[in-house]
């Protein structure tokens, strides 16, 4: 066979064994890739953490628009409903006034008045008819306002229902974010075997520091979580996020903080203490109002930190590390 056909046939059988050794080679890096190292993994986590942090907040605070959303709309269709009880407990009467105009023949048909949209031309007509009583004409006029106010209240209620529809959707979008970020963060502390399911029925540990007064109820409260899961979202009493704990812990010692943390700081803005004059129970806020906590003396905080973690005692500079942003004294 000449050496020209020889190396003619070779030519395909190289292709071919070229690209399945790139194949090969491809597909082996791919399953090679390595997994992060436990140091990449945990500079990912804290990374996470301070996302999901603030995306914690940003959805709590969408959460309390659409409770306050919702309590608007609530409050507003109940005058309604009562507006439209009262138009038509006063309509038998107006009813009742026409139809004895009618029998006199001052008025030509009583149903085509009574079914008008504007209660004034149903006054207007009564009014030339000339023989309404002083309580027939009181009850005209207040089936006049009652009805005026029926719209007014209907409109008003509409309103707030597509505000309320509005946020409920902006609520559902951040549920979402959320709901990524927990579940990558979940991820990796499992990996790490860091990740701390707690106890929803820990009895916590005793407080014992010189706090006084209110705080010293607040922290003794806030105490008896220790243990108790982190859960985005959470208000108590099985778990709690971190700016839920700090609003139970107060509110059980009869101060009513905001929900989220840039409410709570909003709300303390003339409550404002140096962080070298803390006292135990002062909230504590990180820079961005992503996390907080109370201060419980003695260069410790009492917090409830993160998907995976427990409420726990810890301190405050090994765990905050230059970002504490402020502190505010109930």
């Not at 009880?85 to 139809?99: N, P």
């Not at 778990?239 to 709570?264: E, H, I, M, N």
């Amino acid at each position: 066979m000449p050496v020209r056909s020889v190396r003619k046939g070779l030519v395909p059988v190289a292709a071919a064994g070229l690209a399945a050794a790139v194949l090969l080679t491809s597909q082996g890096s791919a399953v090679a890739e390595p997994r992060p190292t436990v140091a990449q993994a945990r500079a990912r986590l804290a990374k996470l953490q301070d996302q999901a942090d603030a995306m914690v907040e940003r959805y709590n605070t969408v959460n309390e628009r659409y409770k306050t959303a919702r309590q608007k709309y609530r409050r507003l269709d109940g005058e309604f409903g009562r507006e439209r009880a009262k138009v038509d407990d006063l309509r038998d009467s107006v009813v009742s006034a026409a139809s004895n105009l009618y029998q006199y023949g001052e008025m030509t048909s009583v149903s085509g008045i009574i079914s008008q949209d504007d209660p004034s031309r149903l006054l207007s007509a009564l009014a030339v008819a000339g023989q309404v009583s002083e309580g027939q004409a009181r009850t005209l006029r207040e089936f006049d306002l009652a009805t005026r106010g029926l719209r007014a209240r209907r409109g008003k209620a509409k309103v707030a229902y597509d505000d309320m529809a509005k946020v409920l959707a902006d609520v559902a979008k951040e549920r979402k974010k959320v709901e990524r970020l927990v579940g990558e963060q979940e991820r990796l502390l499992r990996r790490l075997n860091e990740f701390n399911a707690g106890d929803s029925g820990s009895r916590g540990i005793r407080y014992d520091g010189k706090a006084s007064g209110n705080a010293r109820v607040a922290l003794q409260f806030a105490f008896a979580q220790v243990g108790k899961p982190y859960r985005w979202g959470a208000t108590g009493p099985g778990s709690y996020d971190c700016s839920g704990f700090a609003q139970a812990s107060w509110g059980k010692a009869g101060v009513k903080l905001p929900r989220t943390t840039y409410q709570q700081w909003a709300w303390g803005a003339r409550r404002q203490v140096s962080l070298d004059k803390l006292q135990p129970g002062d909230l504590l806020f990180s820079r961005g109002l992503g996390h907080m906590g109370i201060y419980a003396g003695d260069g410790k905080m009492v917090h409830s930190p993160h998907t995976g973690d427990v409420v726990k005692v810890v301190a405050l500079d090994a765990y905050w590390r230059g970002r504490l942003m402020g502190a505010v004294r109930p």
